[in-house]
């Protein structure tokens, strides 16, 4: 499985951004796509997650109401809108496939991680 992100960029604060993640190779084999982040001097956390055969959602309450994640199968693409962004949302985003049933927040459970895109939202 490979993942390719991509839409990163810098932003005003207030205003939104989106981020893509395609899922190529045997993606029958994962159970969801996580969008994960990692702030400066901070640890990664987990920010959205959707199914790949369900279109469950869940999503980190610091991101729940601004951001939407959804899926468009047709081009095997993970989409993160990201609205109302503020300076906290300032991270390297990371899409990431695989995951677990019952622990869909942790990414450890995730086996494949694309490479991440910055956001900077600027105050």
């Known amino acids: 499985v490979q993942l390719q992100a991509s839409g990163g960029g810098l932003v005003q604060a207030g205003g939104s951004l989106s981020l893509s993640c395609v899922v190529s190779?045997?993606?029958?084999?994962?159970?969801?796509v996580a969008w994960f982040r990692r702030a400066p001097g901070k640890e990664r956390e987990f920010v959205a997650a959707?199914?790949?055969?369900?279109?469950?959602?869940d999503y980190a309450d610091s991101v729940k109401g601004r951001f939407t994640i959804s899926r468009d199968n047709a081009k095997s693409t993970v989409n993160l809108r990201m609205n109302n962004l503020n300076a906290e949302d300032t991270a390297v985003y990371y899409c990431?496939?695989?995951?677990?049933?019952?622990?869909?927040?942790?990414?450890?459970?995730?086996?494949?991680w694309g490479r991440g895109t910055l956001v900077t939202v600027s105050s």
């Open positions: 959707i199914t790949w055969s369900g279109g469950s959602l």
């Open positions: 990431a496939a695989g995951g677990s049933r019952f622990y869909l927040r942790a990414g450890k459970y995730y086996a494949y």
């Open positions: 190779g045997r993606s029958f084999s994962i159970y969801a």
